[in-house]
């Protein structure tokens, strides 16, 4: 099954009992460039297959670009610098990323290019700034900022993703889908250090990444 629709801020599913509703082939080439220990860099080239039942198209007419089948090309780069103290569990610092995506459909013949019909490709520009702040020696403050913006085109429903994906999600609102090309969601956190963090090494451990336990 598949969803096809987003209704009352929820994913709407169909399936067909007999033959597979959705079949997706896909390639992807990625490069990975570390700059420094806090830059990273990274492009990925891809191409997605997608033959499509057409009894979804009369579910949802803007499901995809054309009936049936639809090969795609991606093109996407992202650059992240990460400064926290700590992945897991960071206190102080900053987080940043920032991608680029351009996406469109391969069969040009189907499309006219020269006039630049909005509906062959579309580019998104996408990112997320966090920052983290100790106040006193037991109160901490993060604030985040995720942003997604669609500069030209109609992204097709089935590969289109708003809030309710990944880490974008609205609290208490997690389950439900808010469909769309365009947002900006902000999130701020304290956090209240109620017992004192206590170390302990271990001595017969002669390696000091593995003889030292933090609870």
Known sequence: QIPFRVFNIKYEYFKLENSYIQKKNYGLVQLTYRGSIKNYHT???GYDNYDIADTVFKLNQNY???KINNELY???YQFKRDNRDN???PLKGYYFDMDI????????KKRDVVSGDNKISFNSIHSSIRTYFKLNKKLFYSLGVNYKYTLSGETPFFIQKGLGFYNEVVRSYEKYI????KFILVKNNIKFNVLPTKMKVVKFIPFQ???????
């Open 87 to 89: 992945k897991a569990y």
């Open 74 to 76: 991606s093109v996407f």
């Open 178 to 181: 808010i469909d769309g090309q």
């Open 64 to 66: 995809s670009y054309n």
């Open 209 to 215: 990444k593995f003889n030292t336990i933090h609870y």
């Open 101 to 108: 995506t351009n996406c469109g459909i391969l069969d040009f």
């Open 43 to 45: 492009l990925q080239i």
